[in-house]
């Protein structure tokens, strides 16, 4: 079934949105005010957040809904494509499909701040970022898992699912490390900023998955 469409925002709408992603991915969710997302976005009406978005918490549940659409949307099209051509044919491929998927292809100038924004609220309000995923946008993340299991079938599922939770875990850490170093905009970072890192983050995490025990 094709998911909803979600409702067209203002751009004085989506600029809060993108202004609140920073703030939160930087100090998490409780160490950011409405007030200093409105005063950050340039807004002096500090009622702002709730006229657009009702509350701070539906400003979050947007923000985590965004995101994940936007991930599982460019996963399922990788996928399709890698199926159509009889992929994918490796543990790595699928990996390396995960970790680019998972990056916002027209980051804004500020940079992308969704990954360290996930983890953080993983941390800290879990509850509530699966509450407002509500079991949906991970399609294209269940896929990867059942290439993967297709591809080590003689892992047993027990093993292979726990190495698949150590993995997934691991990706969101090192993307949300990417992103804090590449936020910073005062010295260069070659290696973060590089493709050829993606490719070796797929290699490290693959091999998680590889290791025979």
Avoid at 53 to 59: I, Q, R, Y
Avoid at 78 to 91: F, K, Q, T, Y
Avoid at 128 to 138: Q, V
Wanted: glycine fraction near 8%.
């Amino acid at each position: 079934m094709e998911a909803p469409a979600l409702p067209a925002r203002s751009d004085a709408a989506e600029h809060l949105k993108a202004v609140a992603l920073k703030l939160f991915a930087e100090r998490g969710i409780d160490g950011v005010t409405v007030r200093q997302i409105a005063e950050a976005a340039g807004q002096k009406n500090h009622a702002t957040v709730g006229y657009h978005f009702g509350s701070k918490e539906e400003l979050v549940r947007e923000l985590i809904v965004d995101g994940a659409r936007l991930i599982d949307d460019q996963r399922n099209r990788w996928l399709d494509e890698a199926e159509a051509h009889g992929g994918p044919r490796s543990v790595l491929e699928v990996v390396e499909g995960l970790v680019r998927t998972s990056l916002n292809p027209a980051p804004p100038p500020s940079g992308e701040c969704y990954n360290r924004f996930v983890v953080v609220l993983g941390l800290s309000h879990r509850a509530l970022f699966m509450d407002a995923l509500e079991g949906r946008w991970n399609s294209g993340y269940l896929r990867c898992f059942e290439h993967i299991r297709r591809l080590k079938p003689g892992v047993s599922r027990t093993l292979l699912n726990q190495r698949l939770l150590f993995m997934g875990a691991a990706l969101g850490g090192i993307l949300a490390s990417r992103e804090s170093e590449l936020a910073d905009q005062s010295r260069p970072h070659p290696m973060w900023s590089s493709d050829t890192t993606l490719t070796r983050i797929a290699c490290s995490l693959a091999a998680m998955l590889e290791w025979e025990a």
